[in-house]
């Protein structure tokens, strides 16, 4: 009965959905208020049935109500409860049915929380969030309904969660991905809505920008925690691969911040409107090529979930339909948007330009290089496969990302319209100086000098000190969007170092050991002291104990799950500011030795802190007072319109 | 022209010409980094480019796994089921989703005696799961 009712409720929510998107329309569209009402009451109710839905769904997990199909694929008795919990989301029907459930969260706020902006503007919102939302709807009930019973033969244990899964990394990561692709959807419809209405101003875009840095912060917390999860849970100390899947949330990311600074021109001096709704389309246009990427399973990857053609399918047509419709309805109404603004020299405006320059061609490689091996399969024909590997990637990320952080570090001393010379070459005086600072850096630390680090620490450093000057030029007039500007650029300092130092100073070496035997990593020696047998509820496996330095201990594991006969590696990792120690334990060999692989990887943490740090820093610009005072004064103008 | 005209025109190029550029080092970049993907069969016929840097995959075949006695060298046969077989050499650490009887895919050098030299292994992280490259043998294999 209850996945039944489940069921049921999903659909009252596409049912709502349909509501949603024709009264935003039409009252959008005739200008009446009590349409618009109507659809705003609608997304309460769309909430409400999907969070039933949802909930009926973990209760069928907590259950162990195998009849379900979903359940005895993805569940076992023998899972902790949190577990099957998180197991709801763990698969392809589940995870959708919270992509779902999030997207009429996202719908409800909006609803509730932009009650200040005009009438029409919201009716158009709306009714392309319940269009966005019918879509998800239908796609979940008609091909990946995860509340398919298994009658008459009901299993009496399940499949078991991929053990990979059973982690708090994914409790955590799918939601917050989530929360942050359905997001970019939001600043979709504000896209659509500006098109529609054929009107976009600085009121505009200070409605899109607290929505849309609040979607690049979930979406920028998603990937960390992604990032951070396949560092610990895989076992080989690898924090990013360049796999189509991480590749499908990395595109709508660098394509959001792209928007964020584009939407800071158009808010200020109206500039590049034509460019940001391109930017609202294309973002959310990336999200559902993402999806369709990964759900499709026509990318070899180690996320994808398992192929079903006809998904891909329906994936494929939601996605040609929503990127194509938006872009005609774009040829068409673009023209309404026009703007003349002039700009010389090292303005701002051009710094915002280069951003966007830089951040779409970094989009368009990553696409390229992702989408090759499958152009070329279509083309070719099926015979000759191939892939493209991270070489190609780091070699075009690599330099764009170098030239990106020397725009980026002027950028806080530009002024709009125009920036004197002077201050620009004061800046570049800086530059001198955090060369030195990252080439003396190197010889202290007596690790050898990188050419590529070393450039790439100079930046950053860079990067910090132009930030950290002009915040203290402006301290008696700093705003909280100054702040977060600045903060945001040093989280990206911060995670350059990170990157380049990790990237090229990690030492890793492997070796069969006997208990008592040690090996040497980086002028540090870990000895193996003990192996130790240890259990759970589901699996069985062994502990090994590393002794380091003065009183370290590392207890990598190796199990075995028995029920999907997985084994996995537990690695242990000592994490530091300035170095992680990462040890991997791969269990018994010949002659009473034990594989093992252990890393020193420096400067490891720097990468997902600077990202945090970023970010925060979006919620921080998102708490300016210009947000918020608009409030009441829009409230007054809205039905004036 | 006046003058904002002819910004905008000088923008146009300016976009034209990054965004040409941009096209061109990226499929130079593609020809150099691509890794073409080879199934037992093509390995074993030689057709296969030798030292070059590739990427090949199958099944690995039970019993086939040997380790070295000393060190962690590995070898194992992969196989299409039918009977195209080759032998892989690794140095390090096997993937723990590795096992004989489940599809791996391994990136490395074929070396002129046959011998697969592997720089890394791939295992499959889902026994719902086949990469595309090996679901053609996997339909083969159906009756």
């Not at chain 1, 620009?424 to 202290?444: D, E, H, K, Q, T």
């Not at chain 1, 007072?625 to 004064?633: D, G, I, T, V």
């Not at chain 2, 840097?53 to 962690?72: D, M, N, Q, T, Y």
């Not at chain 2, 723990?96 to 292994?121: D, P, T, Y």
Request: hydrophobic fraction near 50%; charge should be neutral; include cysteine.
């Amino acid at each position: 009965m209850i996945p039944e009712l489940g069921h049921f409720s999903a659909f009252l929510g596409l049912m709502s959905a349909v509501g949603i998107a024709l009264f935003g329309f039409f009252g959008a569209n005739q200008n009446r208020a009590s349409w618009v009402d109507m659809s705003i009451r609608l997304t309460k109710v769309q909430v409400a049935v999907l969070t039933l839905s949802f909930l009926l769904l973990i209760t069928a997990f907590l259950d162990d109500d195998f009849s379900v199909l979903y359940v005895a694929n993805n569940s076992n008795t023998a899972l902790p409860w949190y577990y099957k919990v998180s197991g709801v989301w763990g698969a392809h029907e589940g995870s959708f049915l919270l992509w779902t459930l999030v997207t009429a969260v996202w719908t409800v706020l909006v609803a509730t929380r932009a009650r200040h902006i005009s009438l029409k503007l919201h009716g158009y919102v709306l009714g392309t969030l319940g269009v966005l939302s019918f879509m998800f709807l239908a796609f979940l009930l008609f091909s990946s309904n995860p509340f398919e019973r298994l009658v008459p033969n009901v299993p009496i244990q399940g499949a078991d969660l991929n053990p990979v899964l059973q982690d708090i990394g994914q409790i955590i990561h799918p939601p917050m991905l989530y929360i942050g692709y359905v997001g970019f959807g939001v600043t979709f419809a504000f896209g659509i809505a500006a098109l529609a209405t054929g009107k976009i101003d600085s009121a505009w875009a200070r409605w899109a920008r607290p929505w849309v840095n609040i979607a690049w912060l979930f979406l920028t917390i998603g990937i960390v925690l992604g990032s951070w999860w396949a560092y610990y849970e895989l076992g080989w100390g690898g924090w990013w691969f360049w796999d189509p899947v991480e590749n499908a949330s990395f595109m709508p990311w660098l394509a959001g911040t792209a928007l964020i600074h584009s939407l800071a021109a158009t808010e200020k001096r109206g500039a590049f409107k034509n460019w940001t709704i391109l930017l609202t389309l294309l973002t959310f246009t990336l999200v559902l090529m993402g999806a369709f990427l990964v759900r499709s399973g026509v990318l070899s990857s180690v996320h994808a979930f398992a192929v079903d053609p006809q998904r891909g399918l329906i994936l494929l047509t939601i996605f040609v339909l929503v990127a194509g419709g938006s872009l005609v309805l774009y040829a068409f109404r673009a023209h309404t948007l026009n703007t003349q603004v002039q700009y010389w020299g090292v303005s701002r405006e051009l710094l915002l330009l280069i951003n966007n320059a830089l951040l779409v061609i970094a989009v368009f490689t990553i696409l390229l290089g992702t989408l090759y091996p499958l152009g070329h399969e279509w083309l070719v024909g099926g015979d000759k496969k191939l892939s493209v590997g991270e070489p190609y990637f780091n070699a075009m990320f690599v330099p764009i990302m170098l030239l990106l952080s020397f725009a980026l570090a002027i950028a806080p001393i530009s002024r709009w319209k125009h920036t004197p010379m002077r201050l620009v070459l004061n800046a570049l005086i800086f530059l001198g100086g955090s060369a030195v600072v990252a080439l003396l850096l190197p010889w202290i630390l007596a690790d050898g000098v990188h050419l590529g680090v070393s450039c790439a620490v100079a930046l950053a450093i860079w990067i910090m000190v132009t930030h950290a000057i002009a915040c203290y030029r402006q301290r008696n007039a700093l705003t909280l969007g100054f702040i977060g500007m600045s903060v945001a650029h040093v989280g990206f300092a911060i995670a350059v170092i990170g990157v380049a130092v990790t990237s090229v100073y990690t030492e890793s070496k492997d070796a069969r050991l006997k208990i008592g035997e040690s090996l040497e990593v980086s002028g540090t020696d870990y000895e193996l002291v003990s192996v130790q047998p240890t259990e759970s509820q589901n699996f069985i496996g062994e502990r090994a104990r590393f002794d380091f330095g003065v009183q370290g201990s590392l207890f990598p594991e190796r199990r075995f799950y028995s029920i999907r006969e997985h084994i996995t590696y537990e690695a242990a990792i000592a994490p530091g500011i300035f170095k992680d120690r990462y040890i991997t334990f791969a269990g018994p060999m010949e002659n009473d030795t034990w594989g093992v692989e252990i890393q020193d990887k420096p400067f490891q943490r720097w990468i997902w802190f600077g990202a945090v740090v970023a970010g925060l820093a979006a919620l921080i610009a998102m708490l300016d007072k210009r947000y918020r005072r608009l409030s009441q004064r829009d409230l007054e103008t809205r039905y004036s319109e | 022209m006046k003058s904002h005209r002819r910004r905008k025109l000088t923008i146009i190029i300016f976009l034209f010409v990054g965004s040409l550029a941009t096209v061109l080092i990226s499929i130079f970049a593609l020809q150099n980094y691509i890794n073409h993907f080879y199934l037992p069969d093509e390995i074993v016929s030689g057709e296969v480019p030798l030292e070059r840097k590739i990427r090949a995959g199958g099944f690995v075949k039970p019993g086939s796994v040997v380790h070295e006695s000393a060190g962690l060298g590995v070898q194992f046969d992969i196989t299409d089921l039918n009977d195209a077989t080759f032998r892989v050499h690794y140095e390090g650490i096997l993937p723990s989703l590795f096992r004989e009887g489940q599809g791996a895919i391994v990136a490395g050098r074929l070396n002129k005696n046959g011998i697969f030299a592997a720089s890394h292994v791939f295992a499959k992280h889902d026994e719902n799961y086949v990469p595309p490259e090996l679901k053609g043998m996997v339909e083969h294999d159906d009756p």
